[in-house]
T-cell receptor, first 113, second 107 residues
Framework: NAGVTQTPKFQVLKTGQSMTLQCAQDMNHNSMYWYRQDPGMGLRLIYYSASEGTTDKGEVPNGYNVSRLNKREFSLRLESAAPSQTSVYFC????????????FGQGTRLTVV | GIQVEQSPPDLILQEGANSTLRCNFS?????LQWFHQNPWGQLINLFY???GTKQNGRLSATTVATERYSLLYISSSQTTDSGVYFC?????????FGKGTMLLVSP
């Protein structure tokens, strides 16, 4: 069992470039999440998908789009990267969005120059 | 939304010492988790503890949901315990994190 797998692990982008962060889980979980972590800020929710076919905004959604491709996969897209999006991005999944344990991927370190 | 406050923000210990980390939250929660983020950035699940007390080796946690706080106890600390400890709570639909406690255990 790999758990939650994110790709890539590291990425450097130029301002204005686009990219997609991939996330896949093999735990048959219904809910998936994207967080960003900035120094001193803890983790903040960008978007989440409570179940296949649904997506909702979190605390900091501006500049991002998401796609719940199927039950296993949840991608995060930056259409036009900005230096303010330099961060570490974490994907997570849980059995449901109410009262169940969440598991995190290993993170993607993104730098926008 | 729910507010989550962790204390202390930083903690330095000598190896072998004990410590208590606290997490206060502002509203009723359906779930509470403790994570350890190691120096390589990996988030490791420590406890899923919406209420009650759990123990895992040298670590234990207690959540008193009615009083809106949780405590993480680390006994006989080791250098490998260094890192950031996060508390995260689930309110209506999403997991909200505190800003963490950075722990440094020196030999």
């Amino acid at each position: 069992n790999a758990g939650v797998t994110q790709t890539p692990k590291f990425q450097v982008l130029k301002t204005g470039q686009s990219m997609t962060l991939q996330c896949a889980q093999d735990m048959n979980h219904n809910s998936m999440y994207w967080y960003r972590q900035d120094p001193g800020m803890g983790l903040r929710l960008i978007y989440y998908s409570a179940s296949e076919g649904t997506t909702d905004k979190g605390e900091v959604p501006n500049g991002y789009n998401v796609s719940r491709l199927n039950k296993r996969e949840f991608s995060l897209r930056l259409e036009s990267a900005a230096p303010s999006q330099t961060s570490v991005y974490f994907c997570a999944s849980s059995e449901s969005w109410t009262a169940t344990e969440a598991f995190f991927g290993q993170g993607t370190r993104l730098t926008v120059v | 939304g729910i507010q989550v406050e962790q204390s202390p923000p930083d903690l330095i210990l000598q190896e072998g010492a004990n410590s208590t980390l606290r997490c206060n939250f502002s509203d009723s929660v359906n779930n509470l988790q403790w994570f350890h983020q190691n120096p390589w950035g990996q988030l490791i699940n420590l406890f899923y503890i919406p209420s009650g007390t759990k123990q895992n080796g040298r670590l234990s946690a207690t959540t008193v949901a009615t009083e809106r706080y949780s405590l993480l106890y680390i006994s006989s600390s080791q250098t490998t315990d260094s890192g950031v400890y996060f508390c995260a709570v689930l309110g209506y639909s999403t997991l909200t994190f505190g800003k963490g406690t950075m722990l440094l255990v020196s030999p």
